[in-house]
């Protein structure tokens, strides 16, 4: 079985940083590319940031420049810094298997929450 499990969110002040982790099992962590999503209440889940297995990655545009994803395949961890946080990045942040090993793994996310 694949598990997901996110941690890192809390409160911040607009302009703060947070990291957050995912720590997989269940899966060849080295062989999987790895993504993060967002979802805002009232609003549709979107991709944040993605990371190949190969260590290429991609950004969405609201995020580029802020935010950085990584991996430690050696802790099966992938890692999303976000700096100059916005109050419009709150949301509830997911991790998830991605292109040829995606599936529906979705677990309880992690609460980011930007205000003053």
């Known amino acids: 079985q694949v598990q997901l499990v996110e941690s890192g969110g809390g409160l911040v002040q607009p302009g703060g940083s947070l990291r957050l982790s995912c720590a997989a099992s269940g899966i060849i962590f080295s062989d999987a590319a790895m993504a993060w999503y967002r979802q805002a209440p009232g609003k549709e889940r979107e991709l944040v940031a993605a990371i190949t297995s190969g260590g290429t990655t991609n950004y969405a545009d609201s995020v580029k420049g802020r935010f950085t994803i990584s991996r430690d395949n050696a802790k099966s961890t992938v890692y999303l810094q976000m700096n100059s946080l916005k109050p419009e990045d709150t949301a509830v942040y997911y991790c998830?298997?991605?292109?040829?090993?995606?599936?529906?793994?979705w677990g309880q996310g992690t609460q980011v929450t930007v205000s003053s």
């Open positions: 998830n298997v991605r292109g040829r090993w995606s599936g529906n793994y």
